[in-house]
């Protein structure tokens, strides 16, 4: 990596903070003062700003709870941003992976890598996002049959993945898709003429939410679990 790249990733520089400190001979490299940003760091390096040693952040994988009330996006809105409730630096950098409704719980997943967000996201890896939705009426007899066929939401042109739904109880039902349309399994049930009433994210392809996390609480994911999410993207269908 670029040592400016570095600095930034390492400290709460900017971009021409960093400059200015590298010019002014405050950054060494394994014991040399440094001025240039192109310099590239290898693993091993020893950088110091002021004879403090510093530490890259790494790319970070984290599972949360998400309670209602909370939206994915950043933007301006009535509701706080899901982000806000971990406790960590450079916030700033991190993103959801896909989104959840202020009103939808569960697993969200939260990460600075880009790439590994499009592997469980795109509609190509066929990555499983499992819910279960709490319905105001029981279901037709046929659902199973309806949601396996896909459905054509209202607005659409083309139907949605085949979905597959397990019934809980009568008015509780467990669904898996492979899609993240905008508000994509409240539409599915509305299309049956249902109305979910509450709807809550179990699992993403094979990363079921820990149940030891209560609402609001949040997790790093281990070094396994972020590769086995990841290869949802060696297979595109
Ligand atoms: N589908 C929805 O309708 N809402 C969500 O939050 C996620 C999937």
Excluded at 5 to 28: F, H, M, N, P, V
Excluded at 136 to 158: R, V
Aim: with cysteine.
């Amino acid at each position: 990596m670029r040592l400016d790249k570095y600095l930034c990733e390492s400290t709460d520089l900017t971009r021409s903070q960093a400059r200015s400190a590298l010019l002014a001979g405050e950054i060494t490299v394994n014991g040399e003062v440094i001025k240039k940003g192109t310099h590239v760091v290898r693993d091993g390096d020893v950088v110091q700003w002021d004879d403090e040693t510093l530490a890259p952040i790494g790319l970070r994988y984290i599972m949360l709870n998400k309670p209602v009330g909370y939206e994915c996006t950043l933007r301006n809105s009535q509701y706080p941003p899901v982000i806000s409730l971990l406790d960590v630096d450079k916030r700033d950098r991190l993103h959801t992976v896909g989104r959840l409704d202020v009103e939808t719980t569960g697993l969200i997943l939260i990460t600075d890598d880009g790439q590994w967000t499009h592997r469980i996201i795109s509609p190509r890896h066929r990555c499983d996002k499992v819910y279960v939705a709490t319905l105001a009426e029981p279901l037709p007899d046929n659902a199973e049959d309806l949601f396996a066929a896909g459905i054509l939401l209202d607005g659409e042109d083309k139907p949605t993945l085949p979905a597959v739904l397990e019934r809980v109880d009568e008015r509780r039902a467990r669904l898996t898709i492979q899609e993240g349309k905008y508000h994509q399994v409240r539409r599915m049930f509305a299309s049956l003429g249902n109305h979910v009433l509450a709807l809550h994210r179990e699992r993403i392809g094979s990363l079921a939410l820990d149940a030891d996390l209560l609402a609001g609480e949040s997790r790093y994911l281990t070094p396994i679990e972020v590769a086995d999410l990841a290869q949802n993207g060696d297979v595109p269908v």
